[in-house]
């Protein structure tokens, strides 16, 4: 009999994989990552994943399905992995993705280096993807739910790792999940998804930043691409790229925050059409297809709400040069490109 280990986040989604597998015939046993301290950030229940509230959920689902069920505390990488380069990445100018190197390193990594201490063969998570073997390679597709796809945070996944990662719910809508819960009995059923990242339950990143690091930002000058003195921004982590709610500067047409200027504490902001971008290069790029050698025509998303985009991929190493057909708004250092090929993910990295 094949065995798994269920990722279980305390949400409808995990649960409902669940399930899927307990019906498969697979001997499961669930496991919650601790990653946290809940009174250390303030999580409130239904607002993230993984708090104490989730876990108490994920733990009743189990017992439901008569499946033993585990707390692996990860704590100590998740704030390595995860949260020191959050920081990091908001000090340098950029702006995160933190769900990305969550699955990367918590349950791509660490939790399927516990899969094989105790001897079982899958991971299985409740995200909404597909992974079909061709030709000997394994590759990632997109979910059929089009509006809960989630491949574009699983794009650094390992040929390895895809051999032993199973995705249930690849072929179903939410829709259809709800239903299994509320038909079985699911403490979660009606529970709604989380939205904010799971350490900054209030969505003020800047803060819990200040408050986590023990440190402040010193205020510096907004300035136009001229050099012009606009106002006065109130510490350089605060703006993303693009924004242009809550710049407190009056200039009579709408701006938006268009660069950073780390080493003169400036904020650059300027027109919509300063933001549209032509091209990118992206590193730490992993290629789910054999890595190509010439320019691949392809489509790319740089963020993970957005339509994808036609493109031509180049690869030089590690390194991948993305050019638009057409200019892209809002490229920003930091998140994540991917490149896909019709409904398959062809590989992914990080924008420089």
Not at 21 to 33: D, L, S, W, Y
Not at 69 to 96: A, C, R, S
Not at 219 to 229: A, R
Request: glycine share 10%; aromatic share 10%.
């Amino acid at each position: 009999m094949k065995k798994a280990i269920i990722a279980m986040s305390g949400g409808v989604d995990s649960s409902v994989a669940a399930y899927f597998m307990k019906q498969q015939g697979f001997e499961c046993i669930g496991a919650t990552m601790k990653l946290y301290d809940n009174e250390d950030i303030g999580v409130s229940r239904e607002k993230t994943c993984c708090s104490l509230d989730d876990i108490e959920d994920a733990r009743a689902v189990a017992r439901k399905l008569d499946m033993p069920y585990y707390v692996f505390n990860f704590k100590d990488e998740f704030e390595q992995k995860v949260i020191d380069k959050f920081i990091k990445t908001y000090e340098q100018g950029g702006t995160p993705n933190p769900c990305i190197d969550c699955n990367r390193y918590l349950k791509f990594e660490k939790l399927m280096h516990r899969m094989r201490e105790l001897k079982y063969d899958y991971v299985v998570t409740g995200h909404y993807a597909d992974i079909e073997l061709v030709n000997g390679r394994y590759l990632l597709k997109k979910g059929a739910d089009e509006s809960k796809d989630q491949s574009y945070v699983l794009y650094s996944l390992t040929q390895e790792q895809l051999a032993h990662t199973l995705f249930p719910l690849g072929k179903c809508s939410k829709a259809e999940i709800r239903e299994i819960a509320e038909r079985e009995g699911f403490i979660n059923a009606k529970k709604r998804d989380s939205q904010d990242i799971c350490f900054v339950p209030d969505g003020d990143y800047a803060k819990f930043i200040e408050q986590h690091g023990g440190k402040t930002y010193p205020k510096g000058e907004f300035v136009d691409k001229n050099g012009n003195v606009m106002g006065e921004h109130s510490g350089i982590i605060k703006y993303t790229i693009g924004q242009r709610k809550g710049l407190g500067v009056a200039a009579g047409h709408p701006v938006y925050v268009c660069k950073k200027d780390l080493e003169n504490n400036k904020v650059i902001l300027g027109s919509n059409d300063d933001l549209m971008c032509g091209s990118l290069e992206a590193d730490d790029f992993n290629w789910m297809i054999e890595p190509p050698e010439a320019p691949i025509k392809c489509k790319a998303k740089t963020r993970y709400n957005m339509r994808e985009v036609p493109c031509t991929a180049v690869r030089d190493g590690d390194r991948v040069t993305v050019t638009f057909d057409t200019p892209v708004r809002a490229v920003t250092s930091g998140q994540a490109v991917v490149l896909y090929g019709g409904d398959y993910v062809l590989g992914g990295g990080t924008i420089v």
